[in-house]
């Protein structure tokens, strides 16, 4: 029998564990997307962010790109575990790159757990990716337990792009056209977010002739819509915060179907409450100093700040920090309101003083009154002294008095 | 009568010289003495390297883990200063020769020796409470001073230090972020002063829980483990609660280093 086969697949077993990244041999945790393989243009459609391995996982940061020309970045919302939006949470559709950050306060993530959905949307046929980058971290009590990343690659086909916002049919119907529209009043722009759960929506179609007609409300942006329905408009209820989806299916008497989405985003919560603070009081005005302020907001996120110095409103921003350099000596109160997307807030307040100069020496009464008492025993004992000279001078005046009498 | 007056009136001029000759010591700001005869005896003992009280030091002891110290000439152990601190004030007093020799002698790490000015004197040291670390810009040091003392020199300056009957006083110390050196010396109004006190304030950046400069994940990581328990690190505005308003804290700092 021959050796060569053996010692050809150990050199083989050799040369592939060489070649292998390292993250596979490592036992922490990986975090990957995973969605659709195939969409086709004007598709939305979300990417699940998911742990494996995951060992008591309190606070994660996924940071990734993803082809710009062909996907639009829509949204992320927290997923499992994780509800509360890390600070630095952006994505920048330009470049093709986005950060999401979250952590939990309670139970932490173990095994594998859905961390995140994205949501994207099909602009361009293609071959699209997601892809989660390796600075990305997956931490337990401040220790990282990333060990490697993955990506999604997704085949963008040609198709009808559906309209992004809700279509406005003309109301004599043109025949032969078939036109469908899905609309709500309550929360009219799918793009904004609104801080009412109750959804209040309405839809026209003309053009064929209708059998049936269903509809659905979830977070899923492409349905079912599985209630049937003989009016032209329903109310309901949002359950959580979040982004919503409305859906009407449309089964019209020649068997064909038609199916159109409307999105919905509900924001019901204040911000977390907002402590401003400055870096310094108690110095001199014109010293370097900046007012920091930030809040998060787990569902939409927070759009700006007003802030306010002694009850007059100064700017409102986006920014977090704001420059107390060119204020002139004084005290002043600061009030800062944190505004959600949805027009919540929360307000903190603190207080600041510049100085004109550095502080003086200050003593207390006591301590003057210590350093002078010589001072006032003498001028005490003069006052006693004087009294009584003045007594006895008129003491001896009236008796030189009763002698003449 | 007359002669009664007169008296009194010369009774009452011995009384009141008395008084004030009574009143002359070192403990008065109006007057100077610069007789070196009424230094109290501590001054043969007290030096920069020695411990003064051992008790005083026991609760320096304490500081690490209690974040509050109590110093009386033994300056607090703590990681490597990265930003220098500011030069100290010379000390009229303190200090001892560095020794000769064919090497050169190591840079030194406190005070430098200064000679004193001809007719300086010692009094005894002040003593100089303050937290080791805080999150505030701000911190009010205190402590007690000698009975001589007329005046407490912080950083060598007496600016915003308040004196109290009590023989104690304080001073609302501005912080930078990292460590803060600080030196508390006493004098009289002569030529008499302590040795130079020195502790170190740790300010941190607020946000920075595992205190590496800069507030990112692996803070916010370690801040959701202290959420409604407690550690010292995550109390960013030190209620002795972590909650929201510490959470709003860390945001507000975020991506923020030093």
């Known amino acids: ?405 | 009568m007359k002669r009664g007056v007169r008296y009194i009136f010369v009774a009452g001029a011995i009384f009141s010289i008395g008084a004030v000759a009574h009143a002359q010591t070192p403990s008065s700001p109006n007057f100077q003495n610069s007789d070196s005869a009424t230094v109290p005896a501590v001054f043969s003992a007290a030096s920069s390297n020695f411990k003064v009280d051992a008790s005083i030091e026991a609760l320096v002891g304490n500081a690490v883990s209690a974040n509050f110290g109590i110093i009386s000439g033994v300056p607090l152990t703590g990681p490597t200063p990265v930003v220098p601190p500011p030069p100290p004030p010379p000390p009229p007093g303190g200090g001892g020769g560095g020794g000769g020799g064919g090497t050169p002698p190591p840079a030194p790490t406190t005070t430098p020796p200064v000679v004193p000015p001809p007719g300086a004197y010692k009094i005894p040291n002040p003593t100089l409470e303050y937290r080791q670390y805080t999150f505030k810009s701000i911190q009010t040091i205190k402590g007690t001073r000698p009975k001589e003392a007329t005046k407490i020199e912080v950083n060598g300056s007496t600016n915003g230090v308040t004196l109290f009957d009590s023989l104690q006083w304080k001073r609302d110390l501005p912080l930078f972020l990292g460590l803060n050196t600080i030196y508390v010396q006493a004098k009289d109004d002569g030529k008499g002063a302590s040795d130079v006190i020195t502790g170190t304030i740790e300010r941190i950046l607020i946000g920075d829980v595992n205190r590496s400069r800069l507030v990112d994940d692996i803070d916010l990581s370690l801040f959701t483990r202290a959420w409604k328990t407690y550690t010292f690190f995550a109390d960013f505005n030190e209620d002795g609660v972590i909650d929201d308003a510490d959470l709003s804290l860390l945001a507000s700092h975020w991506n923020a280093s030093y």
């Open chain 1, 1 to 405: 029998m021959s050796l060569r086969p053996f010692l050809k697949a150990i050199v083989a077993l050799i040369v592939t564990g060489l070649l292998l990244p390292v993250s596979v041999f490592a036992a922490g945790a990986t975090a990957t997307p995973t969605g659709p393989k195939t969409v086709t243009v004007g598709q939305t459609f979300r990417v699940t962010l998911t742990l494996s391995n995951a060992k008591d996982v309190d606070t994660i940061r996924m940071n990734g790109s993803f082809t710009q020309d062909l996907l639009e970045y829509k949204g992320s919302a927290p997923a499992g575990v994780f509800q509360n939006i890390s600070p630095g949470t952006f994505f920048d559709q330009a470049k093709g790159i986005f950060s999401f950050g979250a952590f939990t306060l309670s139970s932490h993530a173990n095994g594998s757990a859905a961390i995140a959905v994205l949501t994207f949307r099909a602009k361009k046929a293609g071959d699209a990716y997601v892809q989660l980058t390796t600075n990305s971290r997956i931490l337990s009590a401040g220790e990282d337990q990333l060990a490697g990343t993955g990506r999604l690659n997704i085949k963008v086909e040609e198709g009808t792009p559906k309209p992004e916002q809700p279509q406005v049919i003309s109301p004599i119907a043109t025949p032969g056209k078939l036109e469908i529209s899905l609309q709500s009043s309550s929360h009219p722009d799918p793009n904004l977010w609104y801080a009412n759960r109750n959804v209040a929506v309405e839809w026209v179609v003309q053009g064929k002739e209708v059998d049936k007609i269903y509809v659905g409300f979830d977070q899923a942006p492409e349905g079912p819509a599985e209630t049937q329905k003989d009016s032209s408009n329903t109310f309901f209820i949002a359950t959580e915060d979040g982004v919503w989806y409305a859906h009407l299916k449309v089964v019209f008497k020649d068997r064909s179907i038609e199916t159109v989405d409307l999105r919905v985003q509900i924001d019901t919560q204040a911000p977390h409450a907002i402590v401003p603070i400055a870096d310094q009081t108690n110095i001199i005005a014109g010293n370097p100093n900046v007012l920091r302020f930030a809040t998060l907001d787990d569902a939409s996120g927070i759009d700006h700040y007003d802030i306010y110095f002694n009850n007059i409103l100064v700017t409102s921003t986006r920014a977090i920090a704001y420059s107390l350099a060119s204020l002139a000596a004084g005290t002043y109160d600061i009030r800062v309101v944190a505004f959600d997307r949805a027009g919540n807030t929360a307000t903190g307040n603190t207080s600041v003083t510049l100085l004109s100069s550095e502080a003086p020496i200050t003593s207390n009464t006591l301590y003057w009154l210590q350093d002078m008492w010589p001072y006032l025993l003498l001028a005490a004992l003069l006052l006693v002294m004087g009294l009584l000279a003045w007594w006895f001078w008129i003491v001896g005046k009236r008796r030189k008095g009763k002698r003449k009498k």
